[in-house]
Every structure is written in structure tokens, then in C-alpha cells.
């Protein structure tokens, strides 16, 4: 009895001793994006994983001439894009992309796709967003020392 009372006791310490965290994970179960917050030294943590690496998010981007102006790029390219088949899905994508301190994309992953959805317009959408390199700036001037990211949905009409 007293060896399940020790159990019971150590299961508990180690369960409150954890971090809250919030995970994100993409459309095919792997890790992306993890949000901790240390409750001893009242600070937030941010993690982009891709593959076996572990990046140290520091901060948040935007595309440069606004979020709507991104949004009329990808239509413009969806529409002129052979995955264009005049079907209306009136769905979205959501996605997240992982910066350098140079502002370079690394990575484009999709997060949220519908099941009814097939993964072409996974494709359209990462290669669509890779080329909009130079077009993005940190959302914190000050701290663009390490990993950044942005996450948005695409609409699919």
C-alpha cells in the first residue's frame, strides 16, 4: 500500500511540475509549433520543429504591403494556376511559415486542410508562398535575432 501511495504521490508531483504547453501539428501529425509558458519565471517559449530540429521562436512577421495585399497575391495566383478547375470548394488552408533572422523562408508547412480536400493545393500554396521572398519584415523591429514565424488561412472559393 504504501509503495501505490508513493506512486500516486510521484505521478502527481511530475504532472504538475510539467509546463502548459499548446502544440500545433500539421496536416500529417508532425510536430510544427509549440507554446510554453514557464510559470517559474513568468515567460513565454516558442518552438518550430521541422524534422529532427528544434528552432527558437523570438518573434513575428508580416508581409510588407499588408495582409491583404498577400491575400490578392495568392488569388491572383490561384486563378492563374493550373489547380484553378472552376469547381467551387469554399474552403481554407491554414499554414505556417518559419523565417531566418534574414528574413529568408525555411519552411512552409500546412497545418489545416479538410478531409474532402486532396493535398495539390498543399503544393500550389507552399510553392505560391516560397515566392514571395523579400516581401516580409519582422512585426518587432527590435527583435529580429533569431526564428520567426507567421500563420494565416488561405481561402480556397
Partial sequence: ??????????????????????VIRD??????????????????KAFYYKKDVRYFVTNRVH??????????YL?????SSSEYDYQEYNTFLVYIMLFDAEMKIKDVRIIYRPSNIDDRFDDFLKSALYKTKNKWEPQYKSRNDGYMIYMDYFHIW
Wanted: hydrophobic share 45%; aromatic share 16%; with cysteine.
Fill in 1 to 22: 500500500m504504501r509503495i501505490i501511495l508513493f506512486f500516486l504521490f510521484v505521478l502527481s508531483i511530475s504532472i504538475y511540475a510539467q509546463e502548459p504547453m499548446n
Fill in 75 to 79: 488569388e491572383r495566383a490561384y486563378y
Fill in 63 to 72: 508581409y510588407k504591403s499588408g495582409r491583404e495585399a498577400l491575400l490578392q
Fill in 27 to 44: 496536416v500529417h501529425g508532425d510536430i510544427v509549433y509549440v507554446y510554453c509558458k514557464s510559470d517559474s519565471l513568468l515567460q513565454k
